[in-house]
């Protein structure tokens, strides 16, 4: 059973500061992992979409990789902004569809 | 086309009553998916459909609940009996049936069962 874990749970970086959240999943057949941000009380937004035959995905600030053979990812996030606040879920899809994490609860201060 | 749409958004509802929730795909999108969230957990599967077929279930979707898809455009997501514990956000998105494809999530429908 794909099993997916987020590490931190929560983070809080002042203002500027690039940040790692990191992703890591138990089951290395994969199609693919996305990453989505989520809003208090709303619903997700798709962030990045990396295939499992790509190491990584960029979008802006934001960068996402992917190593399938160790079953991780990490999300990069530079120059950090308030507006960055959120929580920040991993998920990934393979012959089930996707399977999130807990996601990580971040907190940009000014 | 402004993306997934989902019905109610909040809904209260008093234990042993049903409640329906309804979810509009972005139109061309032929699979669309349910998931329950509760509070600081990630969303969980439930079921999802390829055009009016239901291809998988959870072991979460107990009989008290059931999907439909009828014309492979619009889904309902039942639940009768509400119990205290049905209280969650249920969350529905949509995508291509092709591995590629990003899935696109609703602003999903909050169920407070009292």
């Known amino acids: 059973k794909q099993e997916v874990t987020q590490i931190p749970a929560a983070l809080s970086v002042p203002e500027g500061e690039n940040l790692v959240l990191n992703c890591s999943f138990t089951?290395?057949?994969?199609?693919?992992l996305q990453w989505f941000r989520q809003d208090p009380g709303k619903g997700l937004t798709s962030l990045l979409l990396?295939?499992?035959?790509?190491r990584e995905q960029t979008s802006g600030r934001l960068n996402a990789s992917l190593d399938k053979s160790s079953g991780r990812s990490t999300l990069y996030i530079a120059a950090s902004q308030p507006g960055d606040s959120a929580t920040y879920l991993c998920a990934v899809s393979g012959n089930t569809p996707l399977v999130f994490g807990k996601g990580t609860r971040l907190s940009v201060i000014a | 086309d402004t993306g997934v749409s989902q019905n109610p958004r909040h809904k209260i509802t008093k234990r042993g009553q049903n409640v329906t929730f309804r979810c509009d795909p972005i139109s061309e999108h032929n699979r669309l998916y349910w998931y329950r969230q509760t509070l600081g957990q990630g969303p969980e599967f439930l079921t999802y459909f390829q055009n009016e077929a239901q291809l998988e279930k959870s072991r979460l979707l107990s009989d008290r609940f059931s999907a439909e898809r009828p014309k492979g455009s619009f889904s309902t997501l039942e639940i009768q009996r509400t119990e205290q514990g049905d209280s969650a956000m249920y969350l529905c998105?949509?995508?291509?049936?092709?591995?590629?494809?990003?899935?696109?999530f609703g602003e999903g429908s909050w169920l407070t069962v009292v």
């Open positions: 998105a949509s995508s291509l049936a092709i591995v590629e494809n990003t899935i696109y």
């Open positions: 990396i295939q499992s035959s790509q």
């Open positions: 089951d290395s057949a994969i199609y693919n």
